[in-house]
Nanobody, 124 residues
């Protein structure tokens, strides 16, 4: 089992940057692919980014391409989401999630474990 805890959210002006972190418990961190999702008020979960178990493959949703970057440090049991050029429409609760399989990184239904989320608010 994996427990996930996000941090790094907050209030930022449009055009600014934030780096989210997600720390995981357990000794099998490297066995899981990791993803970031977000949920804006009244909307469904939106796929943002995912990274394979080794970190060798990364995947991005359309809203993240060119602005966000996902990385992981298996020695620190942590996954990161670097967010640049933030826009007001990026305002949401951001969640990290872990999945045991290696297919379909895009669907939230494929992820087994979720953190509690961290709020990101981008002001115009």
């Amino acid at each position: 089992q994996v427990q996930l805890a996000e941090s790094g959210g907050g209030l930022v002006q449009a055009g600014g940057s934030l780096r989210l972190s997600c720390a995981a418990s357990g000794r099998t961190f490297s066995s899981y692919a990791l993803g970031w999702f977000r949920q804006a008020l009244g909307k469904e979960h939106e796929f943002i980014a995912a990274i394979s178990r080794s970190g060798g493959n990364v995947y991005y949703g359309d809203s993240a391409k060119g602005r966000f970057s996902i990385s992981r440090d298996n020695a620190k049991n942590t996954v990161y989401l670097q967010m640049n050029s933030l826009k007001p429409e990026d305002t949401a609760v951001y969640y990290c999630a872990a999945k045991a399989g290696s297919l379909d990184y895009y669907s939230p239904m494929e992820y087994n474990y979720w953190g509690q989320g961290t709020q990101v608010t981008v002001s115009s």
